[in-house]
């Protein structure tokens, strides 16, 4: 058990440019989730997949934002002409898919540095 | 809606001193209530959890009593080290078929002087 990993851990990019993270989550986790957190915030939940299927997105993922789960594995997170408020710390985390109110387990996380 | 309050911090203490952090929620159904830690320069790692009401969740010396009465969650630790030191989130987890995605309140910073 290698633990929830993201690339890159840090990105910095110019605004209007297009960005995307890839998370790999435990092994045989079937339920990965979505965060971003700000400065001196606590982690907000962007979006949640079960294996493929992407069940719920927050109003926070604006149409910029689109993520992805192919064959219920790896995800990737990509931003579209990226604003300066979009930096901040992305966090993937995932849990086994066994019942409800499961341990998370997050991974360390993309910063990302919109100038 | 589903929210999570808790101190605001920093706290400031010197080792071996009595800890307490206050996490307070609001949700509807029955929550999981979890604590996290993020250590400097880390990714958040669980620390505790409870499931339902009256279970005490504990690790590391750090304990937490789910007072659904008092929709309390409060994070204590009777003598904490400089290790110690790190940012605390209470977090909850919606039951009733949601899909479990935490809610977090927004950290307290721990400082522990030697």
């Known amino acids: 058990d290698t633990g929830v990993s993201q690339d890159p851990r840090h990105k910095i990019t110019k605004r209007g440019q297009n960005v995307t993270f890839r998370c790999d989550p435990i092994s045989e986790h079937n339920r990965l989730y979505w965060y971003r957190q700000t400065l001196g915030q606590g982690p907000e939940f962007l979006t949640y997949?079960?294996?493929?299927?992407?069940?719920?997105k927050s109003r926070l993922l604006s149409d910029r934002f689109s993520a992805e789960r192919p064959k219920g594995s790896f995800s990737t997170l990509e931003i579209q002409r990226t604003e300066q408020g979009d930096s901040a710390m992305y966090l993937c985390?995932?849990?086994?898919?066994?019942?409800?109110?499961?341990?998370?387990?997050f991974g360390p996380g993309t910063r990302l540095l919109v100038l | 809606g589903n929210s999570v309050t808790q101190m605001e911090g920093p706290v400031t203490l010197s080792e071996e001193a009595f800890l307490t952090i206050n996490c307070t929620y609001t949700a509807t159904g029955y929550p999981s209530l979890f604590w996290y830690v993020q250590y400097p320069g880390e990714g958040l790692q669980l620390l505790l959890k409870?499931?339902?009401?009256?279970d005490k969740g504990s690790n590391k010396g750090f304990e937490a009593t789910y007072r659904k009465e008092t929709t309390s969650f409060h994070l204590e630790k009777g003598s904490v080290q400089v290790s110690d030191s790190a940012v605390y989130f209470c977090?909850?987890?919606?039951?009733?078929?949601?899909?479990?995605?935490?809610?977090f309140g927004t950290g307290t910073l721990l400082a522990v002087q030697p």
């Open positions: 997949f079960q294996n493929e299927a992407q069940l719920e």
């Open positions: 409870a499931t339902k009401a009256d």
């Open positions: 985390a995932s849990s086994p898919g066994r019942g409800f109110q499961e341990t998370q387990y």
């Open positions: 977090a909850l987890s919606a039951g009733g078929g949601a899909t479990n995605k935490l809610i």
